[in-house]
């Protein structure tokens, strides 16, 4: 995560996930905490789990099917009800204009789930998000911290942690 693109963290919050059931378990606990829309992005080394959280989090809003990566196609649209949403990935992008070239900016719709994989990838170009999630190797499991940007993901996060302390 760069704290450069995201200043102001005014709450953040982490958790230990020994096993990939735990990461689609937290997954899971948010969906229906982001059934009305909202902005993640999705930070961590390779194989650090963002497509299987982000797989979870879009299995538990509803979406049926499968659920690709796109990494190679760069964003997989799918629409719940009256929800839109959309997966990005911008791992191959090498300069932080492509995102905009793409035409990506109007689906950073406020009315959308929007998750992004690798944000740091369009520099500081992209909206600030409700919420960051870096996900990290910690022992046999994953290390997951959140960290909150908006109102909105301060919710998320109080819902998720109603015990925590700031």
């Not at 919050?13 to 969906?31: K, Q």
């Not at 959309?86 to 998750?115: Q, S």
Request: glycine share 10%.
């Amino acid at each position: 995560m760069n704290p450069a693109l995201h200043p102001a963290m005014p709450d953040s919050r982490h958790a230990h996930l020994p096993d990939e059931s735990a990461t689609e378990a937290l997954a899971a606990r948010m969906a229906p905490l982001v059934a009305s829309g909202g902005r993640i992005h999705l930070h961590g080394d390779l194989g650090a789990g963002k497509t299987s959280f982000a797989r979870a989090l879009l299995r538990g809003v509803g979406v049926t099917g499968r659920i690709k990566s796109p990494t190679f196609t760069l964003v997989e649209p799918y629409k719940v009800s009256n929800l839109y949403c959309y997966h990005f990935d911008f791992y191959r992008f090498t300069d932080p204009r492509e995102w905009l070239d793409a035409g990506f900016r109007d689906a950073l719709r406020d009315d959308a789930l929007v998750l992004i994989e690798w944000a740091e990838r369009a520099g500081g170009a992209l909206p600030v998000p409700d919420l960051d999630i870096a996900l990290s190797y910690e022992g046999a499991g994953r290390g997951v911290t959140l960290d909150a940007h908006t109102a909105k993901g301060q919710a998320w996060l109080n819902t998720l942690f109603p015990d925590a302390t700031v």
